[in-house]
């Protein structure tokens, strides 16, 4: 299986020509770099970079030609990407499979349905249980997230969360608040108004003859 791996690297803190010195540096240590995989039927796995290695100078907004790689043009490739969910990007499923025979009824590419029944099968496996593949068949056994970055490379997702928290508590509107003023007041009566009044002597008597009868008695 062959997995195309994009990397964005930066220099920080120099003050030389970093962006061809890096690229050799790049070209250099993928020629030598190698991660032990697991052993498989008694024969032994290493992953690396193979011959297909294609490295950019990444330069700044500043440049205007169409061949050059800007930092806008990466960043519009990896949103492009970071927008995508696996079913869309490869033609996979979006959900996860109880039984491999349901992967017959899916209308699906031919290389992804391979991928899958490659990690269904190998979920199978006691020495690979820890990687739940059979779990992940529908995401081609990958568990992880789409993209990662180290800490010191320019600063963390939480980071970026709080600051947009602070800019939108300083630049969200002041709510409007209303105060309602009373500048003059007027007398207007006392006792009931005549349709209260009215009510009063349907269901009891008139109110000024009540207190007529208390005071009397």
């Known amino acids: 299986m062959v997995t195309i791996f994009h990397i964005v690297l930066r220099l920080t803190h120099w003050r030389g020509p970093s962006g061809e010195l890096l690229a050799n540096a790049v070209q250099t240590a993928a020629a030598s770099a190698h991660v032990e995989g697991p052993e498989i039927d008694g024969r032994a796995c290493s992953f690396g970079f193979g011959k297909q290695l294609d490295v950019k100078v990444i330069r700044s907004a500043a440049f205007q030609d169409r061949s050059t790689i800007t930092e806008g043009k990466v960043a519009g490739y990896v949103a492009k990407y970071a927008t995508k969910g696996a079913e869309s990007a490869t033609g996979t499923l979006d959900r996860r499979l109880k039984l491999i025979a349901e992967l017959s009824q899916e209308t699906i590419p031919d290389h992804a349905a391979r991928m899958i029944r490659t990690a269904w099968a190998l979920g ?94």
Request: hydrophobic share 45%; no cysteine.
């Open 124 to 217: 199978a496996r006691r020495d690979l249980e820890h990687l739940k593949l059979r779990a992940l068949a529908h995401m081609l056994g990958f568990r992880g997230h789409f993209s990662t970055k180290t800490r010191t490379y320019s600063t963390t997702l939480g980071a970026l969360r709080d600051a947009r928290a602070v800019w939108h508590r300083r630049h969200a509107p002041a709510p409007e608040a209303t105060t309602l003023v009373l500048a003059h007041w007027a007398f207007d009566g006392i006792g009931l108004t005549p349709d209260l009044e009215r009510l009063a002597v349907l269901i009891g008597g008139s109110p000024a003859r009540e207190q007529a009868v208390t005071a009397d008695a």
